[in-house]
Structure formats: structure tokens, C-alpha cells
């Protein structure tokens, strides 16, 4: 069995703005910054901050922007995938993307907007869970950013 998978729970570090591609598709991009605490070797603590940048299309973009801001906290699911084309100076590029799976979203969008006047971290359960439908191939010239 094979599997190709990666999961972040992070928070979303932007205010959201969804877009349109030419052809009429959904599509928003974010960022996730992700945490990781530990003590050290002379016992200070240390943190590292990652951002993990994701793109969402069709109807969970259309979600995303509905129910998610800035400083909400998501689950994110997703596969990596690597394609391949030829530059104009006739050279093969390769570039790996994240192509999302799943998405669960584990605050509302009030917990999220207390987050950012107070810091805090309430968290309540999944309040909705999506999973993508493939309906075409995407073109990296769609899209509008």
C-alpha cells in the first residue's frame, strides 16, 4: 500500500478574498501558520512558526469564504503532486503542489475574531467537513494571483 498524504491544524494568517478564475471556477488562496514548542537542551523554551501556503477551488472555496476569516483554525488534508512543462527557453520545469483533499474547520467565525482581539484558543468541535469533487483540470494560467 502506498499513501500520499500530509494534515496541518493551524490558523489562517490573512483575511480571505475569493476569486475567479477566466473560465468562472472558485478559487482562494491563504496562509496557515502552524506552531512547534520545545525546551532545549539548557532548558529554554523555543518556538518555530511555519506558513504553509494553500490554494482551495470550487465549492470549498466558495466555503471558505463564507465561514472562515482570518485567525480561524482548520484542519487541512491534502495529497502533493508534481507536474512537469516546458519553458519558453524550451527547458522541463518541474513544480510540486498541494492539491487539497479535506478541510475541517474547528472554530466558528466568531471563536476566530475573539482569537484575534484576545489571543485565546477556543476551540469547538468540527462544525463542517468537505471533500473536494474533481470536475477539471486546472490550468496554472486560471489563475488570478
Do not use: C
Request: a negative charge.
Amino acid at each position: 500500500m502506498d499513501l500520499n498524504k500530509a494534515q496541518i491544524i493551524g490558523r489562517i494568517t490573512q483575511d480571505l478574498e475569493l476569486k475567479q478564475t477566466p473560465n468562472g471556477q472558485s478559487v482562494i488562496s491563504f496562509s496557515v501558520a502552524t506552531n512547534r514548542n520545545w525546551t532545549d537542551s539548557s532548558w529554554i523554551k523555543q518556538e518555530q512558526v511555519e506558513f504553509h501556503n494553500v490554494v482551495l477551488w470550487g465549492k470549498l472555496a466558495e466555503i471558505a469564504d463564507k465561514y472562515l476569516n482570518k485567525w480561524s483554525k482548520i484542519f487541512i488534508e491534502w495529497r502533493l503532486q508534481t507536474r512537469t512543462w516546458e519553458a519558453q527557453d524550451w527547458t522541463k520545469r518541474y513544480k510540486t503542489e498541494i492539491v487539497w483533499e479535506n478541510m475541517i474547520m474547528l472554530d466558528s467565525k466568531s471563536d476566530s475574531e475573539s482569537y484575534q482581539s484576545s489571543n485565546s484558543t477556543n476551540e469547538t468541535p468540527a462544525v463542517k467537513k468537505t471533500t473536494p469533487k474533481v470536475e477539471e483540470e486546472i490550468s496554472i494560467e486560471d489563475i488570478p494571483f
